[in-house]
């Protein structure tokens, strides 16, 4: 199914799955996880400054369209991730994809599943009264698995709420764009209300969870239909690249 990252809750699921991994992996959680393990009211900031990485990639990714900077042609067809050398692989994704709007649209859509990832792990260690650092969904499938039951929604809640858009140049450049960066910033305050209220009054309904990051999603089809984006080989071939880098991409910091 076209463009099904965005409309099949499976496959998003799926996708939540290895970008959170990948960044827990990459320890880019252990200081928030232990900020919130101190006292949960950091959980605020913690969305705040999430979403606002969200906005900040989407920024890139408008500066990329606006300086016609693209993907090399066929990129997405001759760039091997999982039959190269790493060193080649590494070092064409550079060449040909690096800093594009491809790239950074991929970005933005890893941000959003690493978000979504972190906040449904909070619920899981909630439910089994056990600190971030040290809860262990003890493997990746199991993980899914427990998303999974979480949402309860099955495979058509995405495409249940989202409307698709058809993209023009207009849309595009003014206020479409304006809109999602709206998104990205008021998901954050709806989010933080949501846990901070549920955390005071209630059983949670993860669902929420995944309704206020998908209400960006109308917005990002219009930018993947723009250049006919290959979303789904784009974000497995950043978390490709993204293993090349090294403990936190080399100390960087965010």
Not at 41 to 58: V, Y
Not at 71 to 76: V, Y
Not at 100 to 123: H, K, M, N, P, W
Request: charged share 30%; with cysteine.
């Amino acid at each position: 199914m076209k463009n099904n990252l965005l409309f099949d809750t499976a496959i998003f699921l799926e996708k939540v799955t290895d970008c959170f991994y990948a960044a827990k992996e990459n320890k880019w959680w252990d200081n928030d996880m232990k900020k919130i393990d101190d006292d949960w009211a950091n959980l605020s900031e913690i969305i705040d400054n999430k979403t606002n990485l969200i906005a900040s990639e989407a920024m890139e990714m408008f500066e990329c369209m606006r300086n016609g900077s693209y993907a090399k042609p066929k990129s997405d067809i001759y760039l091997d991730y999982e039959n190269m050398a790493t060193d080649l692989y590494a070092s064409l994704f550079k060449e040909h994809v690096k800093d594009t709007y491809e790239d950074e649209l991929a970005d933005v859509y890893i941000r959003v599943c690493d978000l979504v990832g972190f906040l449904l792990y909070f619920e899981l260690a909630r439910e089994a009264k056990t600190p971030l650092l040290e809860y262990d969904p003890r493997s990746k499938t199991k993980f899914l698995s427990d998303i999974k039951g979480l949402c309860k929604k099955g495979e058509s809640f995405l495409e249940s709420i989202i409307l698709p858009i058809q993209p023009t140049e207009e849309t595009i450049v003014g206020s479409i764009f304006k809109d999602f960066l709206f998104c990205c910033l008021d998901s954050s305050r709806r989010l933080t209300d949501y846990f901070l209220v549920d955390i005071v009054d209630g059983v949670p309904e993860s669902k929420d969870v995944l309704y206020y990051c998908s209400i960006l999603f109308p917005h990002l089809l219009v930018f993947v239909e723009h250049k006919e984006v290959n979303l789904n080989y784009h974000v497995k071939a950043k978390l490709a690249y993204n293993t090349t880098r090294g403990a936190k991409h080399g100390g960087k910091k965010f």
